[in-house]
């Protein structure tokens, strides 16, 4: 079984601060794990995805996030945030090892970014 | 860039009816999703499809769904008889191919909000 946890349900940061949006995960295996955004009245983006290798994953629009096996976390970090990154904020994971290609999604994290 | 589109981006339907959920994935993507989030809860993932065919569904996708590529280009769900608790955001997404390890990434569309009274 695979699952995923978002603890927060709203983020509030202020411009120019660093923001992290969390994330853990459970697997029975080893996972893949996912950031998608969802702008209003979008469908989900694709941020970045861990597969293997190093822990630290870059992606798209200045995010990163670090995977941490031990604290079976990923969190999304970006050093100085934006008002436009206010935004709905999901992480996804998929056991590599089971035959399914299908993730598990959060709940979702409100990212609200103050001027 | 190329987008997963959906419509009607809106749905509002009467308990019972009948409702067709349009999707049109990446033109080249070969493998097909769709996801269901109700309000305040989290994405849920229904069926998956791939060359004509189901590969995966999970427990909510019972027997009032059903999924079908019609022309080679839509993407369709249709729900039967559709009760309250149908009420949710629909998503559609695709991805090119499973690639060795499952590495793909699954490109959605922007939803449709079905609303059933």
């Known amino acids: 079984a695979q699952s995923v946890a978002q603890p927060e349900d709203q983020v509030n940061v202020a411009e120019g601060n660093p923001l992290t949006v969390k994330c853990t995960y459970s697997v029975s295996g080893n996972p893949y794990l996912f950031w998608y955004v969802q702008y209003p009245n979008r469908g989900l983006q694709f941020l970045l995805k861990?597969?293997?290798?190093?822990?630290l994953v870059k992606g798209s629009y200045g995010f990163e996030a670090e995977f941490n096996k031990s604290q079976t976390s990923f969190h999304l970090k970006k050093p100085s945030a934006l008002v436009s990154d206010s935004a709905l904020y999901f992480c996804?994971?998929?056991?590599?090892?089971?035959?399914?290609?299908?993730?598990?999604f959060g709940r979702g994290t409100s990212l609200i970014v103050h001027p | 860039e190329p987008e997963v589109t959906q419509t009607p981006s809106h749905q509002v339907t009467q308990m019972g009816q009948e409702v067709i959920l349009r999707c049109v994935p990446i033109s080249n993507h070969l493998y097909f999703y769709w996801y269901r989030q109700i309000l305040g809860q989290k994405v849920e993932f229904l069926v998956s499809?791939?060359?004509?065919?189901?590969?995966?569904k999970s427990e909510i996708f019972d027997d009032q769904f059903s999924v079908e590529r019609p022309d080679g280009s839509n993407f369709t769900l249709k729900i039967r008889s559709t009760k309250l608790e149908d009420s949710a955001m629909y998503f559609c997404a695709s991805s090119e191919a499973h690639r060795a390890g499952g590495t793909e990434t699954q490109y959605f569309g922007p939803g449709t909000r079905l609303l059933v009274l």
């Open positions: 996804a994971v998929r056991d590599r090892t089971g035959g399914s290609y299908i993730p598990t």
């Open positions: 499809f791939y060359n004509n065919e189901i590969s995966e």
């Open positions: 861990y597969i293997t290798g190093d822990n």
